[in-house]
């Protein structure tokens, strides 16, 4: 996923060693508890709405401010969103009465304003990117040098040196 920058050249993310599923788990399993299904039968689809905001600011802003999300964790998690939403646990299931990408944007665009997993990671992500860059007399922005180098950060190609002999 590429963002464009103030120089508006393509920002890709840098490349991180894949982190195991097991390291996902307690953020889906606390998700799941939080949006169980017996609280969606008392509540009104304004109130799963609600329930489902505020469980998402959260929990998970945590592991998605360090972490890329990987893909199966982001549909994992849509999708209790999703179920959580129009009432389907289990066997039964209910119709969606609204794509998800609609219920995603804000509400001045006619959404429901629940937030994309996937663009929250990315400005959580970009927003670490951006202190690097700017707090260089911070300890931890030191600590993160030495261990990693200043140079690349895995997001511009580095250019070969042209011997001109």
């Given at each position: 996923m590429a963002v464009t920058g103030v120089t508006s050249q393509p920002i890709s993310f840098p490349k991180f060693k894949r982190?195991?599923?097991?390291?996902?788990?307690?953020?889906?399993?606390?998700?799941?508890?939080?949006?169980?299904?017996?609280?969606a039968t008392y509540l009104?689809?304004?109130?799963?709405?609600?329930?489902?905001?505020?469980?998402?600011?959260?929990?998970?802003?945590?592991?998605?401010?360090?972490f890329p999300l990987p893909p199966y964790v982001a549909n994992k998690l849509e999708a209790i969103q999703m179920n959580f939403l129009w009432g389907s646990f289990g066997s039964?299931?209910?119709?969606?009465?609204?794509?998800?990408?609609?219920?995603?944007?804000?509400?001045?665009?006619?959404?429901?304003?629940?937030?994309?997993?996937r663009l929250f990671n990315e400005a959580l992500l970009e927003k670490w990117f951006w202190r690097f860059m700017?707090?260089?007399?911070?300890?931890?922005?030191?600590?993160?040098?030495?261990?990693y180098?200043?140079?690349n950060f895995g997001r511009y190609p580095q250019r070969q040196s042209q011997n001109l002999q």
């Open positions: 982190v195991p599923h097991c390291f996902w788990d307690p953020v889906i399993g606390r998700f799941e508890k939080r949006l169980s299904g017996w609280k009104s689809k304004e109130g799963r709405l609600t329930l489902i905001k505020n469980v998402f600011s959260s929990i998970p802003t945590y592991f998605l401010s360090l039964d299931f209910k119709f969606h009465l609204v794509r998800w990408n609609i219920v995603k944007q804000p509400l001045s665009m006619g959404g429901l304003g629940v937030r994309d997993l700017n707090e260089k007399g911070n300890l931890w922005r030191k600590v993160v040098a030495i261990k180098g200043t140079t």
